[in-house]
């Protein structure tokens, strides 16, 4: 190391420079690894990945990326009994969408079993590793506590020779799970519980994913991750705090096997409200039934938020906002939607559609007569073009539009009101027809023929415009409006004796049959667009040719603050 150099020594951190850049910056004025930046994300293929792992996947891919560096995708998939071939799929696929670049470098933890396994006979060797006997339930007994040391196993002080030739005969499958363990010989009075004679090897007789059934021993995490770290050449191996008492054991492996040590730094997790970001609840909620599998758009996975609509930028864009601390809280799900409409906000082309349809007849337009307007996609930028809409004498309109009685200050439809029908003409509502319910079924306008393209002939202002499609021509779709799928900000705190489950919102899922402008059938899945006043939607997998699936991905701003005042006070995308 240069660190002498004093022409070398960075200097203070650059403004907004979180501490995990500034200490590669440093890294690499001091010549710390040669200028060398090399992370990786480690995901354990056991399920699919969450807003969670975004936040690690961009800090990694991110990093390597802009110090000219490099990131591997290494699974981490040393545990043979809950890990899946999907589950690698799904995270492969993941992790591209969100823009992570690993060209060749796909790794696998498994791949390391046979390194991994000399390493260990190596510290049996040196006297650093010794076969235990004591059941798992001893071992933690034997443990101690934070203010009582450990006790030594019995089993502590085998030769060297009977070691190995316990370990060799784990390995040949000789004994079944749970028989033997191989640990670390450190201190069992270490103040650090990690260090107390740590478990590197379990017997696991299964089948895994990769290896079949070639190995019954199997390291643990804190063993194999800091030997795959040192084996791919990291250089800035980052995790999150809940391994920051690990890192003196991520240390002591691989200073006692006198291999290259990458230096481990831990930052924040994420947390965000209304949402569990942990694989293991994922699964009850997908298990449960409680939501439609781990691709349900209301679910927090990163398959979730795609299909919701949730652009890939937007995502990155929310996980730079939140930033690299040092402690651990809990983020806004509002700052995840405010950046999804801010990055559609610029790009998603306009359409109009209609939620929950009320017939609007305007009397004086010819029957059978239909024009065609050339709409623009995007009202502030003409370089999107534009598409063809037919209006006519019938149409659709949201229901919410109209009001019967209209409270002071309702600038849209009521008895004798006049309103803009976008992009239209001005109409005038001359009688409402109502069922026996009092539910209103029709609506009987006039319209002023001058006000083509929704311009005032004649200088008289109208404040309201309101949305509409033509009866004869749109296309019916179903829009499966999405809320919170939990109905408190923390979940996990759950009512005496419940759990989490208990906490899912009941009413997160709301399919509205609706009408859409016909340009809208063409568009292909995944496509996002904003339905002017009702909010973004992205076009669903489910969508069949005559009946396109929409999704909604977030209501417009204006909609979410009034809800927010309108709703309970709870923070989450409510319902229409
Ligand atoms: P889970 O608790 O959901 O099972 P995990 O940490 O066990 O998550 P891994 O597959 O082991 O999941 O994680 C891969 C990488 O993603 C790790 O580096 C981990 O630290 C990181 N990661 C997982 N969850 C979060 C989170 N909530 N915030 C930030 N990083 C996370
Ligand atoms: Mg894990």
Same mark, same amino acid.
């Given at each position: 190391?240069?660190?002498?150099?004093?022409?070398?020594?960075?200097?203070?951190?650059?403004?907004?420079?979180?501490?995990?850049?500034?200490?590669?910056?440093?890294?690499?004025?001091?010549?710390?690894?040669?200028?060398?930046?090399?992370?990786?994300?480690?995901?354990?293929?056991?399920?699919?990945?969450?807003?969670?792992?975004?936040?690690?996947?961009?800090?990694?891919?991110?990093?390597?990326?802009?110090?000219?560096?490099?990131?591997?995708?290494?699974?981490?998939?040393?545990?043979?009994?809950?890990?899946?071939?999907?589950?690698?799929?799904?995270?492969?696929?993941?992790?591209?969408?969100?823009?992570?670049?690993?060209?060749?470098?796909?790794?696998?933890?498994?791949?390391?079993?046979?390194?991994?396994?000399?390493?260990?006979?190596?510290?049996?060797?040196?006297?650093?590793?010794?076969?235990?006997?004591?059941?798992?339930?001893?071992?933690?007994?034997?443990?101690?506590?934070?203010?009582?040391?450990?006790?030594?196993?019995?089993?502590?002080?085998?030769?060297?020779?009977?070691?190995?030739?316990?370990?060799?005969?784990?390995?040949?499958?000789?004994?079944?799970?749970?028989?033997?363990?191989?640990?670390?010989?450190?201190?069992?009075?270490?103040?650090?519980?990690?260090?107390?004679?740590?478990?590197?090897?379990?017997?696991?007789?299964?089948?895994?994913?990769?290896?079949?059934?070639?190995?019954?021993?199997?390291?643990?995490?804190?063993?194999?991750?800091?030997?795959?770290?040192?084996?791919?050449?990291?250089?800035?191996?980052?995790?999150?705090?809940?391994?920051?008492?690990?890192?003196?054991?991520?240390?002591?492996?691989?200073?006692?096997?006198?291999?290259?040590?990458?230096?481990?730094?831990?930052?924040?997790?994420?947390?965000?409200?209304?949402?569990?970001?942990?694989?293991?609840?994922?699964?009850?909620?997908?298990?449960?039934?409680?939501?439609?599998?781990?691709?349900?758009?209301?679910?927090?996975?990163?398959?979730?938020?795609?299909?919701?609509?949730?652009?890939?930028?937007?995502?990155?864009?929310?996980?730079?906002?939140?930033?690299?601390?040092?402690?651990?809280?809990?983020?806004?799900?509002?700052?995840?939607?405010?950046?999804?409409?801010?990055?559609?906000? /610029?790009? =998603? &082309?306009?359409?109009?559609?209609? @939620? +929950?349809? $009320?017939?609007?007849?305007?009397?004086?337009?010819?029957? *059978?007569?239909?024009?065609?307007?050339?709409?623009?996609?995007?009202?502030?930028?003409?370089?999107?073009?534009?598409?063809?809409?037919?209006?006519?004498?019938?149409?659709?309109?949201?229901?919410?539009?109209?009001?019967?009685?209209?409270?002071?200050?309702?600038?849209?439809?009521?008895?004798?009101?006049?309103?803009?029908?976008?992009?239209?003409?001005?109409?005038?509502?001359?009688?409402?027809?109502?069922?026996?319910?009092?539910?209103?079924?029709?609506?009987?306008?006039?319209?002023?023929?001058?006000?083509?393209?929704?311009?005032?002939?004649?200088?008289?202002?109208?404040?309201?415009?309101?949305?509409?499609?033509?009866?004869?021509?749109?296309?019916?779709?179903?829009?499966?409006?999405?809320?919170?799928?939990?109905?408190?900000?923390?979940? /996990?705190? =759950? &009512?005496?004796?419940?759990?989490? @489950? +208990?906490? $899912?919102?009941?009413?997160?899922?709301?399919?509205?049959? *609706?009408?859409?402008?016909?340009?809208?059938?063409?568009?292909?899945?995944?496509?996002?667009?904003?339905?002017?006043?009702?909010?973004?939607?992205?076009?669903?997998?489910?969508?069949?040719?005559?009946?396109?699936?929409?999704?909604?991905?977030?209501?417009?701003?204006?909609?979410?603050?009034?809800?927010?005042?309108?709703?309970?006070?709870?923070?989450?995308?409510?319902?229409?």
């Amino acid at each position: 190391m240069a660190a002498n150099s004093a022409d070398k020594t960075p200097g203070p951190p650059l403004r907004g420079e979180d501490f995990i850049r500034a200490q590669i910056r440093r890294d690499n004025a001091l010549g710390t690894y040669g200028g060398r930046v090399h992370t990786r994300f480690p995901p354990e293929p056991n399920g699919y990945l969450h807003l969670g792992h975004a936040k690690s996947i961009c800090l990694n891919f991110g990093v390597a990326s802009e110090f000219s560096g490099m990131c591997n995708l290494r699974f981490d998939d040393t545990n043979p009994a809950r890990e899946e071939t999907e589950y690698v799929d799904s995270i492969r696929e993941d992790v591209r969408w969100l823009g992570g670049e690993w060209q060749d470098r796909e790794f696998y933890a498994s791949d390391y079993f046979e390194q991994l396994y000399a390493c260990a006979e190596a510290l049996i060797l040196m006297g650093k590793a010794y076969v235990d006997d004591l059941s798992a339930g001893e071992i933690r007994e034997y443990r101690g506590t934070l203010t009582e040391p450990g006790r030594e196993s019995p089993w502590r002080n085998r030769s060297a020779e009977e070691n190995l030739d316990l370990f060799r005969r784990m390995r040949a499958g000789e004994f079944p799970d749970g028989a033997r363990v191989l640990r670390a010989k450190i201190d069992m009075a270490a103040p650090n519980l990690v260090m107390r004679d740590p478990t590197l090897y379990r017997i696991r007789h299964a089948t895994h994913h990769r290896t079949g059934d070639k190995w019954c021993v199997y390291p643990l995490y804190d063993y194999a991750h800091c030997l795959s770290d040192s084996l791919e050449g990291i250089t800035h191996s980052l995790c999150t705090l809940e391994f920051a008492n690990n890192r003196e054991l991520y240390d002591w492996v691989l200073d006692t096997l006198n291999v290259y040590r990458p230096h481990q730094y831990e930052f924040a997790r994420l947390n965000v409200t209304y949402t569990v970001l942990s694989k293991r609840k994922l699964i009850q909620l997908v298990e449960s039934g409680r939501v439609h599998g781990w691709d349900d758009p209301r679910m927090p996975t990163l398959c979730g938020l795609r299909r919701r609509g949730v652009p890939p930028e937007a995502l990155r864009e929310f996980c730079s906002r939140v930033g690299m601390a040092r402690v651990n809280s809990t983020v806004e799900y509002a700052m995840l939607e405010f950046c999804v409409r801010e990055y559609l906000n /610029d790009r =998603a &082309p306009r359409f109009l559609a209609v @939620l +929950d349809p $009320v017939k609007l007849i305007i009397e004086n337009y010819p029957e *059978g007569q239909v024009e065609e307007f050339d709409l623009p996609l995007h009202p502030e930028d003409s370089s999107y073009g534009s598409r063809k809409t037919p209006f006519s004498r019938e149409l659709w309109i949201d229901r919410d539009d109209f009001r019967l009685e209209p409270p002071q200050k309702y600038h849209r439809l009521a008895p004798g009101a006049e309103v803009r029908l976008r992009y239209a003409y001005f109409v005038t509502c001359r009688e409402a027809l109502v069922d026996s319910k009092g539910k209103v079924t029709e609506l009987r306008c006039v319209y002023d023929p001058q006000s083509r393209g929704g311009q005032s002939p004649d200088g008289r202002r109208v404040k309201g415009t309101i949305h509409w499609v033509s009866a004869a021509h749109a296309k019916p779709a179903e829009l499966r409006l999405y809320a919170q799928l939990f109905a408190v900000e923390n979940p /996990d705190e =759950a &009512p005496e004796g419940g759990t989490f @489950l +208990d906490n $899912v919102n009941p009413d997160s899922l709301r399919i509205a049959q *609706g009408w859409m402008e016909p340009a809208l059938a063409e568009l292909e899945a995944g496509a996002r667009v904003q339905f002017e006043r009702v909010g973004y939607f992205c076009k669903d997998k489910d969508s069949m040719p005559e009946t396109p699936v929409f999704n909604r991905t977030v209501t417009l701003r204006d909609t979410w603050a009034k809800l927010e005042k309108k709703q309970t006070g709870n923070g989450g995308s409510g319902l229409l």
